[in-house]
Nanobody, 123 residues
Framework: QVQLVESGGGLVQAGGSLRLSCAASGRTFSSYAMGWFRQAPGKEREFVAAVTKSGANTYYADSVKGRFTISRDNAKNSVYLQMNSLNSEDTAVYYC????????????????WGQGTQVTVSS
């Protein structure tokens, strides 16, 4: 079992930046590929970004490419999502997720989830 706790959400003006953090329990953090997903009311949970176990490779949804950056610090058991040039379409609850196997774009492939953190972008 892995416990994930997100933080860093809040209210930000359009064009601004926000940095989300996700802290994981245990000492086997490097055994998990990590991902960020988001969900707005009435919409499906969608893939945002993912990073491989070593942090060497990253993947992004087309909607956030060039604006968001995912990274990880295995020594701190943490994964981050730096969000720049935010707009109203980025408003959602953001979730951190861990995948025992490999990176994936589908939520059902992830084994553990955080509680989510709200990001609201004013237009």
């Amino acid at each position: 079992q892995v416990q994930l706790v997100e933080s860093g959400g809040g209210l930000v003006q359009a064009g601004g930046s926000l940095r989300l953090s996700c802290a994981a329990s245990g000492r086997t953090f490097s055994s998990y590929a990590m991902g960020w997903f988001r969900q707005a009311p009435g919409k499906e949970r969608e893939f945002v970004a993912a990073v491989t176990k070593s942090g060497a490779n990253t993947y992004y949804a087309d909607s956030v490419k060039g604006r968001f950056t995912i990274s990880r610090d295995n020594a701190k058991n943490s994964v981050y999502l730096q969000m720049n040039s935010l707009n109203s379409e980025d408003t959602a609850v953001y979730y951190c997720a861990a995948n025992l196997y490999t990176v994936a774009r589908t939520a059902r492939n992830y084994d553990y989830w955080g509680q989510g953190t709200q990001v609201t972008v004013s237009s």
